[in-house]
Protein backbone atom coordinates (compact mmCIF):
# COMPACT_ATOMS: atom_id res chain seq x y z
CA UNK A 1 0.00 0.00 0.00
CA UNK A 2 1.49 3.38 -0.89
CA UNK A 3 2.05 5.68 1.75
CA UNK A 4 0.18 9.35 2.40
CA UNK A 5 3.88 10.92 1.33
CA UNK A 6 4.18 9.20 -1.74
CA UNK A 7 0.41 9.58 -2.84
CA UNK A 8 0.65 13.41 -2.21
CA UNK A 9 3.74 13.29 -4.72
CA UNK A 10 2.40 11.56 -7.24
CA UNK A 11 -0.94 13.85 -7.02
CA UNK A 12 1.08 16.71 -7.16
CA UNK A 13 3.19 15.35 -10.16
CA UNK A 14 -0.15 14.60 -11.88
CA UNK A 15 -1.60 18.01 -11.46
CA UNK A 16 1.54 19.57 -12.70
CA UNK A 17 1.26 17.22 -15.99
CA UNK A 18 -2.25 18.67 -16.29
CA UNK A 19 -0.47 22.42 -15.91
CA UNK A 20 1.84 21.54 -18.52
CA UNK A 21 -0.44 20.49 -20.47
CA UNK A 22 -2.81 23.61 -20.98
CA UNK A 23 0.12 25.84 -20.63
CA UNK A 24 3.12 24.73 -23.07
CA UNK A 25 4.25 22.39 -20.60
CA UNK A 26 4.79 18.54 -21.71
CA UNK A 27 3.17 17.99 -24.99
CA UNK A 28 6.01 17.35 -27.65
CA UNK A 29 4.26 19.39 -30.44
CA UNK A 30 4.53 22.57 -31.20
CA UNK A 31 1.91 25.04 -29.40
CA UNK A 32 0.20 28.41 -30.66
CA UNK A 33 2.26 29.17 -26.72
CA UNK A 34 5.08 28.00 -27.78
CA UNK A 35 5.28 30.47 -30.85
CA UNK A 36 3.88 33.54 -28.92
CA UNK A 37 6.50 32.86 -26.13
CA UNK A 38 9.14 32.81 -28.19
CA UNK A 39 7.90 36.17 -29.57
CA UNK A 40 7.36 38.04 -25.83
CA UNK A 41 10.23 40.32 -24.09
CA UNK A 42 12.28 38.43 -20.89
CA UNK A 43 10.26 38.06 -17.98
CA UNK A 44 7.31 38.64 -19.65
CA UNK A 45 4.76 36.10 -17.79
CA UNK A 46 5.97 37.62 -14.43
CA UNK A 47 4.00 40.74 -15.41
CA UNK A 48 1.06 39.21 -16.99
CA UNK A 49 0.60 36.29 -15.07
CA UNK A 50 -2.31 33.10 -15.71
CA UNK A 51 -3.16 30.64 -13.33
CA UNK A 52 -2.95 27.36 -14.21
CA UNK A 53 -4.79 25.43 -14.83
CA UNK A 54 -6.97 27.62 -17.07
CA UNK A 55 -10.64 26.29 -15.99
CA UNK A 56 -9.45 28.13 -12.63
CA UNK A 57 -9.19 31.78 -13.47
CA UNK A 58 -12.03 32.94 -13.02
CA UNK A 59 -13.42 30.76 -10.18
CA UNK A 60 -14.35 32.71 -7.09
CA UNK A 61 -12.42 33.16 -4.02
CA UNK A 62 -9.29 30.95 -5.63
CA UNK A 63 -5.94 31.46 -4.78
CA UNK A 64 -2.78 29.50 -4.51
CA UNK A 65 -1.63 31.59 -2.20
CA UNK A 66 0.33 30.03 1.16
CA UNK A 67 0.76 31.53 4.52
CA UNK A 68 2.39 30.01 7.55
CA UNK A 69 4.23 30.21 10.12
CA UNK A 70 7.62 29.67 8.42
CA UNK A 71 6.92 29.77 4.84
CA UNK A 72 4.67 31.71 2.46
CA UNK A 73 3.79 31.33 -1.26
CA UNK A 74 2.29 34.46 -2.51
CA UNK A 75 0.74 34.40 -6.08
CA UNK A 76 -0.39 36.74 -8.57
CA UNK A 77 -3.74 36.98 -8.48
CA UNK A 78 -3.69 37.58 -4.82
CA UNK A 79 -1.22 40.46 -5.20
CA UNK A 80 -2.96 43.48 -3.25
CA UNK A 81 -1.22 47.05 -5.12
CA UNK A 82 -1.46 50.42 -3.92
CA UNK A 83 0.90 53.68 -3.66
CA UNK A 84 3.90 53.22 -2.63
CA UNK A 85 5.02 55.61 0.14
CA UNK A 86 6.66 58.92 -1.44
CA UNK A 87 6.96 57.20 -4.87
CA UNK A 88 5.09 59.11 -7.56
CA UNK A 89 2.82 57.39 -10.07
CA UNK A 90 4.13 54.18 -8.61
CA UNK A 91 2.27 51.31 -7.02
CA UNK A 92 3.45 48.60 -4.88
CA UNK A 93 2.88 44.98 -3.78
CA UNK A 94 4.22 43.92 -0.33
CA UNK A 95 5.49 40.53 -0.81
CA UNK A 96 7.90 40.19 2.14
CA UNK A 97 7.75 42.08 5.31
CA UNK A 98 8.73 41.64 8.79
CA UNK A 99 4.59 41.04 10.09
CA UNK A 100 5.08 37.23 8.41
CA UNK A 101 8.64 36.57 10.44
CA UNK A 102 11.14 37.98 8.06
CA UNK A 103 14.31 40.69 8.46
CA UNK A 104 14.09 42.11 5.05
CA UNK A 105 11.27 43.55 2.87
CA UNK A 106 10.66 42.76 -0.57
CA UNK A 107 7.80 43.93 -3.09
CA UNK A 108 7.05 45.31 -6.16
CA UNK A 109 7.03 48.62 -8.14
CA UNK A 110 5.04 49.07 -10.66
CA UNK A 111 6.19 52.95 -12.29
CA UNK A 112 4.01 54.74 -14.76
CA UNK A 113 5.14 57.19 -16.74
CA UNK A 114 6.98 60.09 -15.29
CA UNK A 115 7.44 57.95 -12.30
CA UNK A 116 9.65 58.75 -9.73
CA UNK A 117 11.33 56.85 -6.47
CA UNK A 118 11.84 57.75 -2.94
CA UNK A 119 14.69 57.00 -0.73
CA UNK A 120 14.46 53.98 1.62
CA UNK A 121 14.33 54.76 5.80
CA UNK A 122 17.87 55.75 7.43
CA UNK A 123 20.26 53.18 7.35
CA UNK A 124 18.13 50.81 4.99
CA UNK A 125 19.79 49.15 2.10
CA UNK A 126 18.21 48.69 -1.44
CA UNK A 127 18.15 46.20 -4.16
CA UNK A 128 16.78 47.08 -7.21
CA UNK A 129 16.04 44.23 -9.85
CA UNK A 130 14.32 44.93 -13.51
CA UNK A 131 11.82 42.67 -14.92
CA UNK A 132 9.79 44.91 -17.13
CA UNK A 133 10.48 48.39 -18.77
CA UNK A 134 13.60 50.09 -18.18
CA UNK A 135 14.10 53.23 -15.58
CA UNK A 136 17.07 56.02 -15.05
CA UNK A 137 19.04 56.13 -11.63
CA UNK A 138 20.89 59.02 -10.74
CA UNK A 139 22.94 59.63 -7.85
CA UNK A 140 23.73 62.59 -5.84
CA UNK A 141 26.86 63.25 -8.30
CA UNK A 142 24.89 63.16 -11.11
CA UNK A 143 25.98 59.66 -13.06
CA UNK A 144 23.42 58.44 -14.18
CA UNK A 145 22.47 55.07 -15.49
CA UNK A 146 19.97 53.24 -17.37
CA UNK A 147 18.44 50.06 -16.00
CA UNK A 148 17.05 47.72 -18.42
CA UNK A 149 15.25 44.58 -17.99
CA UNK A 150 18.11 42.18 -16.44
CA UNK A 151 19.72 44.55 -15.20
CA UNK A 152 20.20 45.82 -11.52
CA UNK A 153 21.75 48.04 -8.55
CA UNK A 154 22.69 48.41 -5.40
CA UNK A 155 22.44 50.82 -3.14
CA UNK A 156 23.93 51.50 0.00
CA UNK A 157 22.38 52.90 3.30
CA UNK A 158 21.82 56.90 3.33
CA UNK A 159 22.98 56.84 -0.43
CA UNK A 160 21.15 59.62 -2.13
CA UNK A 161 19.60 58.44 -5.83
CA UNK A 162 16.62 58.60 -7.68
CA UNK A 163 14.63 56.62 -10.29
CA UNK A 164 12.90 58.05 -12.87
CA UNK A 165 10.66 56.24 -15.21
CA UNK A 166 9.44 57.61 -19.10
CA UNK A 167 7.22 54.83 -19.52
CA UNK A 168 5.88 51.59 -17.85
CA UNK A 169 8.36 49.73 -15.83
CA UNK A 170 8.30 46.91 -13.31
CA UNK A 171 10.74 46.60 -10.55
CA UNK A 172 11.35 43.98 -7.81
CA UNK A 173 12.70 45.95 -4.71
CA UNK A 174 14.51 44.14 -1.41
CA UNK A 175 15.32 46.71 1.23
CA UNK A 176 17.09 45.84 5.03
CA UNK A 177 18.40 47.56 7.49
CA UNK A 178 21.97 47.18 7.26
CA UNK A 179 23.70 44.98 9.74
CA UNK A 180 27.24 47.35 9.85
CA UNK A 181 30.88 46.11 10.60
CA UNK A 182 34.17 48.41 11.41
CA UNK A 183 35.53 49.39 9.00
CA UNK A 184 33.65 47.71 6.14
CA UNK A 185 31.50 49.89 3.73
CA UNK A 186 29.50 49.12 0.73
CA UNK A 187 29.67 50.97 -2.48
CA UNK A 188 27.15 51.33 -5.16
CA UNK A 189 26.79 48.29 -7.76
CA UNK A 190 25.18 48.92 -11.16
CA UNK A 191 25.02 45.68 -13.62
CA UNK A 192 23.14 42.82 -15.76
CA UNK A 193 22.60 39.02 -15.19
CA UNK A 194 24.30 38.24 -18.28
CA UNK A 195 27.23 39.94 -17.37
CA UNK A 196 27.56 37.56 -14.26
CA UNK A 197 29.95 34.60 -14.58
CA UNK A 198 28.47 30.90 -13.70
CA UNK A 199 30.42 29.45 -10.49
CA UNK A 200 30.78 26.38 -9.68
CA UNK A 201 27.71 24.31 -7.22
CA UNK A 202 29.87 21.15 -6.30
CA UNK A 203 26.81 18.04 -6.36
CA UNK A 204 24.15 19.86 -7.91
CA UNK A 205 23.26 20.56 -11.67
CA UNK A 206 21.65 23.59 -11.62
CA UNK A 207 23.44 27.07 -12.99
CA UNK A 208 24.18 29.76 -10.73
CA UNK A 209 25.45 33.15 -10.54
CA UNK A 210 25.71 35.97 -7.98
CA UNK A 211 24.97 39.19 -8.26
CA UNK A 212 26.74 41.10 -5.36
CA UNK A 213 30.58 40.39 -4.40
CA UNK A 214 30.82 37.52 -2.11
CA UNK A 215 33.04 40.04 0.14
CA UNK A 216 32.53 40.62 3.91
CA UNK A 217 30.98 44.11 3.81
CA UNK A 218 27.71 42.80 2.05
CA UNK A 219 25.19 41.43 4.57
CA UNK A 220 22.99 39.31 1.40
CA UNK A 221 23.41 38.39 -1.76
CA UNK A 222 21.20 38.24 -4.58
CA UNK A 223 21.29 34.71 -6.68
CA UNK A 224 20.52 34.06 -10.11
CA UNK A 225 19.61 30.04 -10.18
CA UNK A 226 18.62 28.42 -13.79
CA UNK A 227 17.57 24.91 -13.98
CA UNK A 228 16.77 22.64 -17.23
CA UNK A 229 13.54 20.85 -16.91
CA UNK A 230 13.41 17.74 -14.99
CA UNK A 231 16.50 19.25 -13.36
CA UNK A 232 16.19 19.42 -9.01
CA UNK A 233 17.47 20.11 -5.97
CA UNK A 234 20.25 17.56 -4.77
CA UNK A 235 20.27 18.94 -1.10
CA UNK A 236 17.33 18.43 0.86
CA UNK A 237 18.49 22.39 2.03
CA UNK A 238 17.65 23.09 6.38
CA UNK A 239 19.43 25.90 7.30
CA UNK A 240 19.70 29.02 9.23
CA UNK A 241 19.39 31.84 5.92
CA UNK A 242 16.15 33.55 5.17
CA UNK A 243 15.27 33.55 1.58
CA UNK A 244 13.02 35.70 -0.27
CA UNK A 245 12.59 34.64 -4.00
CA UNK A 246 10.91 35.63 -7.44
CA UNK A 247 9.93 32.74 -9.86
CA UNK A 248 11.14 34.73 -13.12
CA UNK A 249 10.70 32.28 -16.11
CA UNK A 250 9.25 28.27 -15.80
CA UNK A 251 7.49 26.11 -13.87
CA UNK A 252 7.74 23.54 -11.25
CA UNK A 253 7.47 22.38 -7.58
CA UNK A 254 8.38 23.57 -4.19
CA UNK A 255 8.67 21.46 -1.64
CA UNK A 256 8.30 23.92 1.70
CA UNK A 257 8.31 22.02 5.07
CA UNK A 258 5.78 18.95 4.61
CA UNK A 259 4.00 20.83 2.17
CA UNK A 260 4.43 20.42 -1.89
CA UNK A 261 3.41 23.35 -4.27
CA UNK A 262 3.10 23.82 -7.97
CA UNK A 263 4.44 26.88 -8.86
CA UNK A 264 5.04 29.05 -11.79
CA UNK A 265 7.06 32.37 -13.44
CA UNK A 266 5.83 35.41 -11.45
CA UNK A 267 5.30 33.62 -7.65
CA UNK A 268 6.97 34.63 -5.08
CA UNK A 269 8.37 32.26 -1.97
CA UNK A 270 9.32 33.82 1.32
CA UNK A 271 11.34 30.79 3.44
CA UNK A 272 12.05 31.35 7.30
CA UNK A 273 15.59 29.80 8.96
CA UNK A 274 15.53 26.11 8.77
CA UNK A 275 12.29 25.81 6.96
CA UNK A 276 13.12 22.29 4.63
CA UNK A 277 13.16 23.23 0.97
CA UNK A 278 13.59 21.48 -1.99
CA UNK A 279 12.93 22.16 -5.85
CA UNK A 280 12.37 20.11 -8.78
CA UNK A 281 11.93 22.05 -13.02
CA UNK A 282 8.98 20.40 -14.82
CA UNK A 283 7.98 21.63 -17.86
CA UNK A 284 9.06 22.21 -21.37
CA UNK A 285 11.16 25.76 -20.95
CA UNK A 286 13.92 26.33 -18.01
CA UNK A 287 13.25 27.49 -14.65
CA UNK A 288 15.12 30.81 -13.17
CA UNK A 289 14.35 32.39 -10.06
CA UNK A 290 16.05 35.37 -8.37
CA UNK A 291 16.75 34.43 -4.83
CA UNK A 292 17.56 36.76 -2.02
CA UNK A 293 19.78 35.32 0.94
CA UNK A 294 21.19 36.74 3.81
CA UNK A 295 25.10 35.87 4.27
CA UNK A 296 28.21 36.95 6.07
CA UNK A 297 27.17 37.78 9.26
CA UNK A 298 27.07 35.66 12.76
CA UNK A 299 23.78 34.55 13.88
CA UNK A 300 24.28 35.82 17.04
Not at 23 to 40: M, Y
Not at 67 to 81: F, G, M, N, W
Not at 144 to 156: F, G, H, Q
Request: glycine share 6%; charged share 15%.
Amino acid sequence: MQSPQVLLVLSVTLSLVAIGATDGGFCSAPSILDRETSSKPMYWKVTNPTLSPSHLQDLPGFTRSVYKRDHALITPESHVLSPLPEWTNTLGAYLITPAMGSHFVMYLANMQENARSALPPHDVERFIFVVQGSAMLTNASGVSSKLMVDSYTYLPPNFEHSLRAEGSATLVVFERRYASLENHITEQIVGSTDKQPLLETPGEVFQLRKLLPQAVPFDFNIHIMDFQPGDFLNVKEVHYNQHGLLLLEGQGIYRLGDSWYPVQAGDVIWMAPFVPQWYAALGKTRTRYLLYKDVNRNPL
